[in-house]
C-alpha cells in the first residue's frame, strides 16, 4: 500500500509502533536474558535489562534434572502427529461440507461448529474416564486423539470448509469431464489448490498441539512421558520453590520451535486465512 | 465423430420447469449453436448433453447410445467452460493430458497427442508455463487444446469467448470455426451473442423461455426467421417492427402508412417487420424524421421516426441529412416479414 506521510508523520507512527512493540517483545526479552542470568540476578531491583553475569549452565542443568530430551521428542513427535491427523480429518470434512450435497448438510455443520462453544475443562472429566476405560492412561494417545478429533480439528475444518466453498464449481466439472471420480476430485484438484489453507491449519494446530498444558497433566503421569509445558513445571528445588534461571532455559528453548514457525509460514499463514476469508 | 439427437428434453427444478420439451437433430460432424437470451436455458441444455445436470424427461443420445444415466467420462465428449477452469496448480502440458492420463493412456501417448494439439493451437512455447503465466486468449486456446487431445466425438463450448475483449472474440471465433473444419467433430456452442451465432455455426437453435423457438441455417433463420422472437434477436441492428393492421391499401401503422405487396388477406392485429438494410432512401416513399445519424465508414447507420415509431436504416451511402430533417424511405417488398401481433408467428 503506498502512503503519503511526511517525514514527520512517519517519525511519529514508527515511535508509536516501537512504544505498543513494548509489552509483546518485553516478556521474550526477559525470558532470553533471565535464562542466562544467576538466579539471584533474577529478581534484582531494579531490574537488568542486560544481564551483569551471564551462566550458561542452565542450559545444561536443564538436561540433567529432566529427561529433556525425551520430553522434547515427545511434543514434537505428538505435535506432528496431531497437525498430519488434523490436516487429513479437516480437509476431507471440510471439502464434504462445502462441495457435496447431503440433506441437512448446514445443520450438521452448526451442530459441529457448535462443538467450539464447550470447553476443554468440561469434556476433561468424562474424556479421562473414557481414555482410562480403554487402557490409555498415561500414554499419549489421549493427547492424539483428543485434538484430532475435538476443538482444533473442528476450528480447521471450518477454514478448510470456508476455502473449498470459494473453489470455482467448473475446476471440479472439468475434472468429472476429465475422468475423475469424488475422491480423485479432491486429492488431485482441490486439496493441491487448498496449500494456503492447508498451511495455516498447520501452523496454528502445530501450536496449539504443542502449548497443550491441561491434557497432558491429567493423563500423564511419568517424567519420561511428559510433554514441554508440563515439564517446564518440575524444575524446583528440594523445597519446591521455582529455579527460574533452569526453568526460563527451558522455556527458550521450548519457544524455539514456536518461533521459527511463525518466521518461517508467518506468510502463508496470512495467505491462508486470507483465502479463507477470516482475515479482517 | 457421432451425431446427437435430443428427444423430448425436459427439466425442472423442484417444481419449476426450465425446459420444455425440447427436440433437436445434430447431424455427424455438424456445428450447431444454441443461441437465446439470459436465462432461456442454453446453458442447462448444453450441461446436460455433457451429463453435468440430470435429465427430469426425455432422451439424449450420442451416436447410437441413450447417455441419460451415463457419467460425464463415459459419455466422449470434452467440454471448453467459460471461464477455462484450467487447473492452476498444472503447466499447460499437463492440463492438456490429464483426462488421457487418467484414462490409462502411456506417457509416450499423452506426449504425442499433447504436442499434436499444441502444434494445431500455437501453444508449443507455452506447454511448460502455469495458466496464471498465460493471456486471456492463451487461455482459451489452452482450453480448446485440452478438449481436443483426447479426439472425443463431441465437443461441447459454454461460451467460451464471453471474458474475452471484442478484438480476441473476433480472432477466437475464427480460430474455432477453423479447428471444426480442421477436425470435423461435431460441435455444440452456447452462446447469447447472435453474431457469434451466425458467423460459426452450421445451424442454430435460438431458444426463449425453455422452448426452441426455430431450427435453421444462419440465413434462412435471418432471411425466413419463424415469429417475432426470431425476427428481433437474429440481427444487429435488429429487425424494425411496426405493430398495425393490413389493409388492401397497405399497411396502417401509428401515424403511418406503409406499402404492401399486392394480394395479402386483411388483418386487423399484424405487425411488420424489415430489415435495416431493407430500407432505401428515395425522393418519395415513407417520409422518416430524422433523430440519429452514425456514420460507420463502409455505411451510415440513420435512427428515424416513422409516424410514432422508431425505425433504423443502414445505408451503404454516405447520408448528409441532419437530426430534424425529412428524409423519404423505400422498404424493399422482397424482403418484407410480416408476423401475427397475437402469436408472433409468420404470416408472408
Not at chain 2, 424493399?332 to 408472408?348: I, K, M, P, Q, V
Request: charged fraction near 15%; glycine fraction near 8%; hydrophobic fraction near 50%.
Amino acid at each position: 500500500m503506498k502512503t503519503d506521510l511526511s517525514p514527520r508523520m512517519k517519525v511519529a507512527l514508527y515511535g508509536l509502533m516501537c512504544v505498543l512493540l513494548i509489552p509483546f517483545v518485553f516478556p521474550t526479552w526477559w525470558m532470553l536474558t533471565s535464562s542466562v542470568k544467576p538466579i539471584s540476578d533474577i529478581f534484582a531491583f531494579p531490574p537488568d535489562l542486560w544481564p551483569r553475569r551471564f551462566d550458561f549452565t542452565t542450559y545444561a542443568r536443564v538436561f540433567e534434572l529432566q529427561p529433556f530430551a525425551r520430553q522434547y521428542w515427545n511434543s514434537a513427535y505428538i505435535a506432528a502427529l496431531v497437525t498430519i491427523g488434523t490436516m487429513i480429518v479437516s480437509s476431507m470434512a471440510g471439502y464434504a461440507f462445502a462441495r457435496i450435497k447431503f440433506p441437512f448438510s448446514n445443520a450438521i455443520f452448526m451442530i459441529v461448529l457448535l462443538g467450539l462453544l464447550i470447553p476443554s475443562e468440561v469434556t476433561i472429566v468424562p474424556l479421562f474416564q473414557m481414555f482410562l476405560k480403554w487402557g490409555m492412561i498415561n500414554t499419549h494417545w489421549p493427547l492424539i486423539l483428543v485434538p484430532i478429533f475435538g476443538a482444533p480439528s473442528v476450528f480447521a475444518t471450518f477454514v478448510m470448509r470456508q476455502f473449498f466453498i470459494a473453489l470455482p464449481g467448473e475446476l471440479e466439472e472439468a475434472a468429472r469431464v476429465d475422468g475423475l471420480g469424488r475422491f480423485k476430485i479432491f486429492w488431485l484438484i482441490a486439496l493441491p489448490l487448498a496449500k494456503p489453507a492447508l498451511g495455516a491449519v498447520a501452523i496454528f494446530t502445530f501450536l496449539h498441539s504443542w502449548n497443550l498444558y491441561l491434557e497432558p497433566i491429567v493423563f500423564l503421569s511419568s517424567t519420561q512421558m511428559f510433554t514441554l509445558p508440563q515439564a517446564l513445571t518440575q524444575f524446583t528445588d528440594a523445597y519446591g520453590g521455582a529455579m527460574w534461571n533452569i526453568q526460563l532455559a527451558a522455556a527458550t528453548m521450548t519457544a524455539i520451535p514456536v518461533l521459527l514457525v511463525f518466521i518461517v509460514a508467518q506468510k502463508q499463514f496470512v495467505e491462508g486465512l486470507a483465502h479463507t476469508g477470516l482475515k479482517g | 465423430m457421432a451425431p446427437v439427437t435430443l428427444k423430448s428434453i425436459t427439466k425442472s427444478y423442484g417444481t419449476t420447469p426450465v425446459l420444455h420439451g425440447i427436440d433437436i437433430d445434430i447431424a455427424d460432424g455438424e456445428f450447431v449453436v444454441l443461441v437465446g437470451p439470459s436465462g432461456c436455458g442454453k446453458s442447462t441444455l448444453l450441461r446436460m448433453i455433457a451429463g453435468l445436470e440430470t435429465i427430469t424427461g426425455g432422451d439424449i443420445s450420442i451416436g447410437s447410445r441413450v447417455v441419460n444415466d451415463l457419467e460425464p467420462k463415459d459419455r466422449d465428449i470434452a467440454m471448453v467452460f467459460q471461464n477455462y477452469a484450467l487447473y492452476p496448480h498444472m503447466t499447460v502440458a499437463a492440463n492438456m493430458g490429464f483426462s488421457l492420463e487418467h484414462r490409462g493412456a502411456s506417457k509416450a501417448e499423452i506426449s504425442e497427442r499433447v504436442n499434436w494439439a499444441a502444434d494445431i493451437l500455437g501453444l508449443r512455447p507455452l506447454l511448460d508455463r502455469y495458466p496464471r503465466q498465460l493471456s486471456g486468449g492463451q487461455r482459451q486456446r489452452v482450453a480448446m487444446g485440452r478438449a481436443i487431445v483426447r479426439n472425443p466425438q463431441v465437443f461441447l463450448f459454454d461460451e467460451p469467448l464471453s471474458n474475452l475483449d471484442a478484438k480476441l472474440r473476433v480472432v477466437m471465433r475464427g480460430e474455432i470455426k477453423g479447428l471444426h473444419q480442421r477436425l470435423g467433430v461435431t460441435t455444440v456452442y452456447v452462446t447469447h451473442d447472435q453474431v457469434e451465432a451466425m458467423t460459426m455455426a452450421d445451424k442454430i437453435v435460438v431458444m426463449n423461455g425453455g422452448r426452441v423457438e426455430q431450427v435453421g441455417a444462419p440465413l434462412d433463420l435471418y432471411d425466413r426467421p419463424a415469429n417475432l422472437f426470431v425476427a428481433g434477436f437474429i440481427g444487429s441492428p435488429a429487425m424494425n417492427t411496426l405493430g398495425g393492421r393490413i389493409t388492401p391499401d397497405g399497411f396502417v401503422a401509428a401515424g403511418a402508412t406503409l406499402p404492401l405487396p399486392p394480394g395479402l388477406t386483411p388483418a386487423a392485429n399484424a405487425v411488420y417487420g424489415i430489415r435495416p438494410e431493407h430500407l432505401s432512401l428515395a425522393d418519395t416513399g415513407i417520409p422518416a424524421i430524422v433523430k440519429l445519424v452514425e456514420p460507420m465508414g463502409s455505411e451510415t447507420q440513420v435512427t428515424m421516426t416513422v409516424g410514432e415509431h422508431t425505425v433504423i436504416g443502414v445505408f451503404r451511402e454516405r447520408l448528409k441529412a441532419k437530426p430534424g430533417e425529412t428524409v423519404h424511405l423505400r422498404p424493399d417488398l422482397e424482403a418484407l416479414h410480416l408476423f401475427d401481433a397475437a402469436t408472433g408467428g409468420r404470416l408472408n
